[in-house]
């Protein structure tokens, strides 16, 4: 009999091998100047100190079906608001703002939480994205973490 750890499982059953397109998630693309409109509507709530509707707006349409430099211009619009709201406010009024948002918006702060670590201007700002993070999974325990492990929709 032969070594079990060799055998490649994908020759075994093809129909189960995924390629990169079917990992693209079924959803409408979201154009540059889309994303450049909201980053402005957020810029605009973060100037009238409408905190949680900046929030709000960045985190209601992230760019799922975009290019890498739409996607990164969003992340960075999320994170200035994130910036924002921490410097206007303590660390604990942050789970205030965390507890406002619905599931889906949780779910879609933790994605660009960790998208924003992988970055130089986050690994600058590491102190803040682990406030964000903490009283994030405080309120809303792993299942965000889960979610964004297993969701083929990237920010």
Known sequence: MSDWRSIDIYALEPENFLTKQDLIPDLPPVSHDVIVGISQQCRQALSSGQFIVALTTALDTPPYVAD??????????V??????????HSVNDLSKFVTQLDSTQQDTLVKYLYKSM?????TKQGGLLLSWFEKTVEITGL?????YMT????V
């Open 151 to 154: 969701d083929r929709r990237t």
């Open 79 to 88: 994170f200035e608001v994130l910036c924002s709201i921490r410097n206007n």
């Open 118 to 122: 992988g970055t130089g201007y986050g």
């Open 143 to 147: 299942g965000p973490i889960v979610r």
């Open 68 to 77: 890498e430099a739409t996607k990164s211009l969003h992340a960075e619009t």
